[in-house]
C-alpha cells in the first residue's frame, strides 16, 4: 500500500532563464527556457527541488546567456527563507539546477551516486558548485522514499544520474520531473508512444524511456518540469453514462 500525505504542498519558483541556441534546440532558431525549482511542503520540513543557476565561466555565460533570479528572493515570494529549508534534492548537477547549493552549506544535498560520481570527475559542471565548504551529500543508487510519500525515483537520460520526484498526495501524485523531458509535449509524447507499446500496436513505434513505467504505477495527475512552464495532465476520460468533460487550460 502506497504512503500518501494528503497535506504536502508543492510551489513552483521562478528562478531566471536561460538562452538555448539555435544548435541545441533541434531548429533554426533559439529557444528562452525558463528555470524552474520547487518548493515542497511537508510535515517533515521544506525540500527544495533545485536551486537555480549557478556562476559559470565565461565561455559557457556566452554560450546561454542566462539571467538569473536570486534564491532568497524567490524563497522570501513563496514565504520561506533558506535557513527554513530542511532537505535539497537537485534532478542533476549541471550549474542551472544545482546553482543555490552552496547558499544551503549543511543541508542533506540528496543525488544519485552515478551522478555526483560525474559531477566529481570534471567536464560535468562546475567544481565550485559541488565542492563548497559545508557539502553535504547523501548519495542514493537507485529509488528510495526520503520521507512519508515523497520518492526518488531514477530518470537516467538528460544525464546518466539524472532523477524525479514523486509526491505521492491523496488527491493525486504530483511528479517533479526536472528535466527527464525538457518539455510537457515531449513527456505527452512519450507516454502515448508507451500506451501504443503496451496496447500491442505492431512495429515501428516510437521509442520512450523505460522507467516511463515505473513512474507510470504511481499514477501521477501532473507532471512539472524544470524548463517548461507547462503542466502535463493525463487525458480526462468521459464518464460512464455521462457527458464528456470540457478540457480546461
Same mark, same amino acid.
Given at each position: 500500500?502506497?504512503? !500518501?500525505?494528503?497535506?504536502?504542498?508543492?510551489?513552483?519558483?521562478?528562478?531566471?532563464?536561460?538562452?538555448?541556441?539555435?544548435?541545441?534546440?533541434? !531548429?533554426?532558431?533559439?529557444?528562452?527556457?525558463? $528555470?524552474?525549482?520547487?518548493? $515542497?511542503?511537508?510535515?517533515?520540513?521544506?525540500?527544495? +527541488?533545485?536551486?537555480?543557476?549557478?556562476?559559470?565561466?565565461?565561455?559557457?555565460?556566452?554560450?546561454?546567456?542566462?539571467?538569473?533570479?536570486?534564491?532568497?528572493?524567490?524563497?522570501?515570494?513563496?514565504?520561506?527563507?533558506?535557513?527554513?529549508?530542511?532537505?535539497?534534492?537537485?534532478?542533476?548537477?549541471?550549474?542551472?539546477?544545482?546553482?543555490?547549493?552552496?547558499?544551503?552549506? =549543511?543541508?542533506? /544535498?540528496? /543525488?544519485?551516486?552515478?551522478? *555526483?560520481?560525474?559531477?566529481?570527475? =570534471?567536464?560535468?559542471? +562546475?567544481?565550485?558548485?559541488?565542492? +563548497?565548504?559545508?557539502?553535504?551529500?547523501?548519495?542514493?543508487?537507485?529509488?528510495?522514499?526520503?520521507?512519508?510519500?515523497?520518492?526518488?525515483?531514477? !530518470?537516467?537520460?538528460?544525464?546518466?544520474?539524472?532523477?524525479?520526484? $514523486?509526491?505521492?498526495?491523496?488527491?493525486?501524485?504530483?511528479?517533479?520531473?526536472?528535466?527527464?523531458?525538457?518539455?510537457?509535449?515531449?513527456?505527452?509524447?512519450?507516454? *502515448?508512444?508507451?500506451?501504443?507499446?503496451?496496447?500491442?500496436?505492431?512495429?515501428?513505434?516510437?521509442?520512450?524511456?523505460?522507467?516511463?513505467?515505473?513512474?507510470?504505477?504511481?499514477?501521477?495527475?501532473?507532471?512539472?518540469?524544470?524548463?517548461?512552464?507547462? $503542466?502535463?495532465?493525463?487525458?480526462?476520460?468521459?464518464?460512464?453514462?455521462?457527458?464528456?468533460?470540457?478540457?480546461?487550460?
Amino acid at each position: 500500500m502506497w504512503n !500518501t500525505r494528503s497535506n504536502i504542498t508543492v510551489q513552483r519558483l521562478d528562478l531566471g532563464y536561460f538562452i538555448r541556441p539555435a544548435s541545441e534546440t533541434g !531548429t533554426s532558431q533559439p529557444r528562452a527556457e525558463p $528555470v524552474l525549482a520547487y518548493l $515542497v511542503r511537508h510535515d517533515k520540513g521544506l525540500l527544495l +527541488f533545485d536551486t537555480g543557476i549557478g556562476a559559470a565561466d565565461p565561455e559557457t555565460e556566452a554560450h546561454y546567456r542566462p539571467r538569473r533570479r536570486a534564491l532568497q528572493e524567490a524563497l522570501t515570494a513563496a514565504g520561506a527563507a533558506l535557513d527554513d529549508i530542511a532537505l535539497v534534492v537537485n534532478c542533476h548537477l549541471h550549474f542551472d539546477h544545482c546553482g543555490g547549493n552552496p547558499l544551503l552549506a =549543511g543541508r542533506p /544535498v540528496l /543525488v544519485q551516486e552515478a551522478e *555526483l560520481e560525474a559531477a566529481q570527475q =570534471g567536464g560535468h559542471t +562546475f567544481d565550485h558548485l559541488i565542492d +563548497f565548504p559545508g557539502a553535504t551529500y547523501e548519495v542514493t543508487a537507485g529509488e528510495t522514499e526520503v520521507w512519508p510519500g515523497v520518492w526518488i525515483i531514477p !530518470t537516467p537520460g538528460h544525464t546518466q544520474g539524472h532523477q524525479s520526484l $514523486v509526491l505521492r498526495r491523496n488527491d493525486g501524485t504530483v511528479l517533479l520531473a526536472g528535466q527527464a523531458h525538457d518539455t510537457a509535449s515531449h513527456f505527452a509524447s512519450e507516454h *502515448l508512444a508507451r500506451r501504443a507499446a503496451h496496447d500491442g500496436l505492431q512495429p515501428p513505434l516510437p521509442p520512450y524511456q523505460p522507467w516511463l513505467d515505473r513512474l507510470t504505477d504511481f499514477d501521477p495527475r501532473r507532471v512539472l518540469f524544470a524548463h517548461d512552464c507547462s $503542466v502535463w495532465e493525463p487525458p480526462r476520460t468521459r464518464p460512464a453514462g455521462g457527458p464528456a468533460e470540457a478540457a480546461t487550460g
